[in-house]
């Protein structure tokens, strides 16, 4: 696909600084600059490192120039990158069409222009919203519901009862509404506490591989507006998860806790159960939060246990010069020792 630098920044609504007729063949990224393609420098550091490059153009701020290069200028670079991969690297279309090898509950509800591939199955009582996608070997339960445009890829279970959004993606392995960790503790044995909520998981929502999240014990387990969340991620029974957080791999969030809006946990990280945590927070690779504790809104914390960003660096700091603190401790006692023994005219062994 050949595409002219103009055509290109009239898709990302920005300003062409040179050649417009240059004729754009690929795009890459700044560690592959190729000839003919166009990529984005963030800033001047990553400009400068294109600038004898054989890149063709570069998507920059507004507020970087070029002696070199034809650019494009636009407030977001990255982003105005990522909608031209959707131009040079259209995403696959599915053929509308159930496969015969498909098994469909009379009572199942399929929308217009759905694609459901072979060897899926679909349970009595559910319903798939129009132009949804439903891979190979997919398992959709009883009564489940899911909205519009949504893409389930292969070996994704639904189990009964959840309720999936408008234009959700969950990738391959995906278990939706699996019962929840509950159990009480007898003399004899672990008595299991029947699990008969479901999972809601809003709009436009995309679930990596191998992602778990559990049915509530009564209720609703909730994935909000927008949540990305990224592969082996486990989420527990009745955890509430606000609307555009963003969590890393790796990470578990015990039962019944409560995630804000626009909050960005690393990988990693293991939250106990009734555990909450503010809007707009950041929660650094590999922090333990403990049981019940609570996380005011716009903070950046990290460190087992979590703690505040200023904190844990300086705990951090002092953890890295601890072997050089216990050796300036052996000195000091040494020196101390030599005074008290000349002060009480004593002789001791001064070796070290």
Request: proline fraction near 4%.
């Amino acid at each position: 696909m050949n595409k002219t630098v103009q055509e290109l920044a009239q898709i990302v609504e920005g300003k062409v600084v040179g050649d417009g007729n240059c004729v754009i063949e690929g795009i890459t990224n700044i560690d592959m600059p190729s000839k003919g393609h166009i990529t984005f420098a963030q800033d001047a550091k990553a400009q400068a490192k294109l600038e004898d490059s054989e890149i063709a153009c570069l998507i920059v701020p507004t507020t970087l120039q070029s002696s070199k290069k034809v650019l494009i200028q636009v407030r977001n670079p990255k982003l105005a990158w990522a909608k031209l991969l959707r131009v040079f690297y259209p995403a696959p279309q599915f053929p509308q069409t159930i496969a015969k090898e498909a098994c469909i509950a009379k009572t199942a509800k399929i929308g217009q222009g759905v694609t459901i591939e072979a060897f899926a199955q679909i349970c009595e009582g559910a319903e798939i919203g129009d132009g949804s996608v439903i891979r190979g070997h997919v398992f959709i339960g009883e009564n489940v519901k899911i909205g519009k445009l949504t893409t389930l890829h292969p070996n994704v279970v639904i189990y009964r009862d959840c309720v999936i959004g408008n234009r959700v993606i969950l990738h391959a392995g995906t278990v939706i509404g699996a019962d929840g960790f509950g159990y009480v503790h007898t003399e004899t044995s672990q008595e299991k506490v029947p699990q008969v909520g479901n999972v809601i998981i809003a709009d436009d929502v995309e679930l990596g591989a191998c992602v778990t999240v559990d049915r509530a014990t009564l209720g609703a387990t909730c994935i909000g507006k927008g949540c990305k969340i990224d592969n082996l991620v486990q989420i527990a029974h009745n955890v509430t998860v606000g609307p555009h957080t963003v969590i890393s791999a790796q990470t578990g969030i015990s039962g019944s806790s409560k995630i804000g809006s626009h909050v960005t946990m690393g990988g990693k990280v293991g939250v106990g159960d009734h555990v909450e945590i503010g809007d707009w927070t950041m929660v650094g690779a590999g922090a333990g939060l403990p049981t019940g504790k609570k996380i005011p809104p716009k903070q950046i914390v990290f460190g087992e246990p979590a703690r505040p960003y200023d904190q844990a660096r300086k705990q951090i700091a002092a953890q890295l010069r601890s072997a050089e603190t216990l050796e300036e401790v052996k000195i000091l006692r040494k020196k101390v020792a030599e005074l008290e023994a000349k002060i009480s005219g004593e002789k001791i062994d001064t070796r070290p």
